[in-house]
């Protein structure tokens, strides 16, 4: 089945991003934000699609308590996927002040959403009333796209800031190359979102969670990548 297909993608993709993230735990030499979020990331697509591919095998019963721990796992994963891309944002910023309002205001952004989905999202799944089923149809995608959008610009913003500070002002023509490859990446990233919100049109209205681990991890295992290169450019 497809849900079968995406739950081997994510072992498959999974096997990369543990050698990636080993990889930058031993960079790193001690824990710090950016360790902690890549295997926060790892551990929730892990779980979710353990327990989405499950639910879909019909070992585990829809309830309340289900329900909740799947939405909570969800938010888990964007809101880490989305620290991380940020992680690599502060690097370029000037102050703390700034490195903080960035985090703080996409955190503050992305939890009201997220809580809005908390709202609609577990309603209309426990069938509660046809107008929580109806509203969730339309606000599942748009909050989809408004995370493609968010995505879109955080990445818009690193491609502009090395170009403008690093290439153009500071002469350091190397980051031509760091800019050329996020600027290909990104659109592989964004086609994610796109995969995600296009499974919402199958008849099993559950079935693209389990494409949310598949997603979510060949992202982490582009910041991860995105990661590698700043580190060799910035060595070259």
Not at 12 to 29: D, I, K, P, Q
Not at 85 to 99: D, F, G, K, M, W
Not at 137 to 144: A, L, N, P, S, T
């Amino acid at each position: 089945t497809v849900a079968s297909m995406a739950f081997g993608w994510t072992l498959g993709f999974g096997y990369f991003a543990l050698c990636h993230a080993f990889r930058e735990t031993r960079r790193a030499r001690r824990l710090n934000t950016y360790v902690v979020l890549i295997w926060g990331e790892i551990i929730v697509c892990a779980v979710l699609a353990i327990i989405c591919w499950l639910y879909l095998a019909g070992k585990i019963l829809p309830s309340f308590y289900f329900f909740l721990i799947v939405l909570t796992l969800w938010a888990l994963q964007v809101q880490f996927l989305l620290q991380i891309i940020v992680n690599r944002l502060c690097i370029l910023l000037a102050t703390e002040s700034q490195r903080n309002y960035l985090r703080w205001g996409i955190a503050g952004v992305i939890l009201a959403i997220n809580i809005s989905v908390y709202c609609v999202w577990i309603p209309a799944k426990l069938q509660i009333s046809t107008k929580y089923h109806d509203t969730n149809i339309w606000w599942d995608r748009c909050e989809k796209c408004i995370y493609l959008v968010v995505d879109a610009v955080l990445n818009w913003y690193f491609i502009r800031t090395v170009k403008e500070r690093l290439v153009i002002h500071g002469g350091l023509k190397k980051y031509t190359r760091l800019v050329r490859f996020n600027a290909q990446i990104m659109m592989l990233s964004l086609s994610m979102d796109v995969l995600i919100i296009a499974m919402m049109s199958l008849k099993n209205d559950f079935v693209y969670l389990q494409f949310h681990p598949v997603a979510y991890i060949v992202k982490l295992n582009i910041e991860m990548a995105m990661s590698n290169l700043i580190i060799k450019v910035a060595r070259e």
